[in-house]
């Protein structure tokens, strides 16, 4: 399915100013109206000498940062952004049911318009805000495809009577596989295994090399203690380093995700991820730098740092093995 709108445009320090502006107007009011009401009654309403000065100095504060505030997280914002991205053009199409973000050489991010928290418009952008933390920076004059009139009255009227998910599937239709299980610490567990495996076998190698070099080699006597307590130590982390990580890591899961079920939707093009209550992630298989495998996961790696877990039990479309057949020759690069 081809996008109703297109919106093109390259990120600049004026664009985050304003975007920036924008979302912390009513913040900055607040600290605006602090700031005077404190410089008043530190001038005005009080006698103590500590508070005469005090109160002032807050207010003045309050005022500077009214007034600085947006502008200095712009640059920090503007700054990260270089960092954290290859290039400065973004792209974000508009779907019956769906928006997708991409940015220069990076992958695409779906969001579902059930996820919209508010919406803001400025002089010349039109901001989406998605889970009242994810803000889509939309640029009036930059629609390549559509008007920026038609774009709003879709947002006010048109997305709401789309209905969610299948209905509306996309650029191919249905997903030809889906993947769901809830992500559990033995699941994790399993997981940081099959990843950490050549990790575990190096502190193997260089425990037993520190352990027959301190044992059977002859060193001063605090050098020979050195190494033992070196070998026994990746010795021990060989043993230990992977039950630590994945209790860590479900922890962390725990704390960073409304819910721990997850769905993996496999099209002909690309994969999408969804975690319980949050936006889905969209993947190119262009990205997958390898594949492991474990008794019960299959674990495709984005980029060398991103970890998809496939459950080869949990498929609730397709089978494992036409699943793998796919992932072997099907796929589109």
Known sequence: MEPLFINTYQMSPELLREY????????RKVLLVLGILCFIWGILFTSHAALRVLLPVLGVTAILCSVFYSTWLAKKNYRRYEMSHAGLDKTISFYPDRMECVNDGGEAKTFYYRH?????ES????????????GIIVKKDSFQKGTFEEFREFMKQGRHSFPERYEVSGRNDAPLFENSYQVTPELLQEYTKCMAASRRTVHIVLGVVYLVWGLLFPVYIVFKLLLIVLGVLFLLLSVFY??????????????????????????????ECANDGEAAKTYYYSQISRVKESSGLYVIVIEKTIGIMVKKDAFQKGDFEEFQSFMKQGRQP
């Open 20 to 27: 920036t502006n924008c979302m912390t107007a009513p913040r």
């Open 116 to 120: 919209i928290t508010r919406e803001k």
């Open 123 to 134: 002089g010349s952008l039109y901001s989406i805000v998605v889970k009242n933390e994810t």
């Open 242 to 271: 992977s039950s630590r990580l994945a209790k860590k890591n479900y922890r962390v899961y725990e704390l960073s995700h409304t819910g721990m079920g997850k769905t993996i939707l496999f099209y002909p093009d690309r994969i």
